[in-house]
T-cell receptor
Framework: GESVGLHLPTLSVQEGDNSIINCAYSNSASDYFIWYKQESGKGPQFIIDIRSNMDKRQGQRVTVLLNKTVKHLSLQIAATQPGDSAVYFCAEKSPYAGGYNKLIFGAGTRLAVHP | KAGVTQTPRYLIKTRGQQVTLSCSPISGHRSVSWYQQTPGQGLQFLFEYFSETQRNKGNFPGRFSGRQFSNSRSEMNVSTLELGDSALYLC????????????????FGSGTQLSVL
């Protein structure tokens, strides 16, 4: 089935702390996942992606962890900065789209970074 | 390289009217997808085009349609607008079709904010 976002939880952190944003995805057959960041008035901005043959991938200040057993993704942001304040979405590539790109988005988490 | 460009940025229409939104993908990108974003439903897939062909369609009524041109630019149309069509409409492009079966990152534009009165 399709995930539908109805709630927008908020994570509040202090500047310099590490942030962990969690996401539960829908389909055990999904094999590709992306994290996006959306700032007010802008479209989603790509952060990092991961394929299902991996359980961890690191970028600059960000790490994505994938736990296929419980269908869970997390995004870790190191040394969180005020510029990281935004809404973060996880997305999974639908396994029911003929192999083409159709993303199913989570509800999103608002990250608020306090100085 | 220029990003995904969507026009117009804002649009106000009344119920019953129709609207056309435009999207220019990143140069070299051949796949264009459209998503609707609302506070209540989040980001919902509308459709995806490649080489002027619709490859996938989301669960939206037939009032929502789209097309892609030979230069990969895309338009979406909503006819007989309803109040519930008020949303941010996002266009995203991706590089190629050769990665069928493999995911590839989508790059989004800033969207068209549609308000239906």
């Amino acid at each position: 089935g399709e995930s539908v976002g109805l709630h927008l939880p908020t994570l509040s952190v202090q500047e310099g702390d590490n942030s962990i944003i969690n996401c539960a995805y829908s389909n055990s057959a999904s094999d590709y996942f992306i994290w996006y960041k959306q700032e007010s008035g802008k479209g989603p901005q790509f952060i990092i992606d991961i394929r299902s043959n991996m359980d961890k991938r690191q970028g600059q200040r960000v790490t994505v962890l994938l736990n296929k057993t419980v269908k869970h993704l997390s995004l870790q942001i190191a040394a969180t900065q005020p510029g990281d304040s935004a809404v973060y979405f996880c997305a999974e590539k639908s396994p029911y789209a003929g192999g083409y790109n159709k993303l199913i988005f989570g509800a999103g988490t608002r990250l608020a970074v306090h100085p | 390289k220029a990003g995904v460009t969507q026009t117009p940025r804002y649009l106000i229409k009344t119920r019953g009217q129709q609207v056309t939104l435009s999207c220019s993908p990143i140069s070299g990108h051949r796949s264009v997808s459209w998503y609707q974003q609302t506070p209540g439903q989040g980001l919902q897939f509308l459709f995806e085009y490649f080489s002027e062909t619709q490859r996938n369609k989301g669960n939206f009524p037939g009032r929502f349609s789209g097309r892609q041109f030979s230069n990969s630019r895309s338009e979406m149309n909503v006819s007989t607008l309803e109040l519930g069509d008020s949303a941010l409409y996002l266009c995203a492009s991706s590089l190629s079709s050769q990665n069928r079966g493999k995911g590839e990152k989508l790059f989004f534009g800033s969207g068209t904010q549609l308000s239906v009165l």
